[in-house]
């Protein structure tokens, strides 16, 4: 069974972040410079949250707030749900599903190891089928 640690291998640890202490408008320039829609938040070195798009949406444009003044600890999602790299794929996916989660850094203690968002798993599902049809076809075209 696949785990997360897995996936991390294949997508990479690199993980976006800013501080706690950050305007929402450098947030939200960030986000759209690495084409992402999740950041992972600091303070000092404890992971204090994650600041997403949807976060931008209902937190900060649909309650009238100035993006420029607006710290991102201020509309955070806060606490952070955070999973093991041991976990498996089937076991995030529920997990997010459940949860209402795009994404989930992935780590042990103060020790971040990558980010997931539920693109990277729906990924990771479309190869592994792709990869069981493929092996479908193969043995369906040998037994003739």
């Not at 501080?19 to 759209?32: Q, W």
């Amino acid at each position: 069974m696949a785990t997360l640690h897995d996936l991390l291998v294949v997508k990479g640890s690199e993980v976006v972040s800013v501080r706690s202490t950050d305007m929402v408008s450098s947030a939200a320039r960030l986000m759209h410079e690495k084409n992402i829609g999740g950041l992972v938040v600091y303070e000092g070195t404890r992971v204090a949250g994650i600041f997403t798009e949807r976060d931008v949406v209902r937190r900060v444009v649909a309650k009238g707030l100035d993006p420029e003044r607006t710290p991102v600890a201020d509309v955070m999602t806060s606490p952070v749900v955070m999973v093991t790299p041991d976990l498996s794929i089937e076991e995030c996916a529920a997990l997010m599903t459940i949860r209402r989660l795009r994404h989930l850094p992935v780590g042990e203690g103060d020790r971040l190891e990558g980010m997931l968002s539920i693109g990277d798993l729906l990924a990771h599902q479309v190869r592994e089928a792709e990869t069981t049809i493929d092996h479908m076809n193969k043995y369906i075209h040998d037994l003739r």
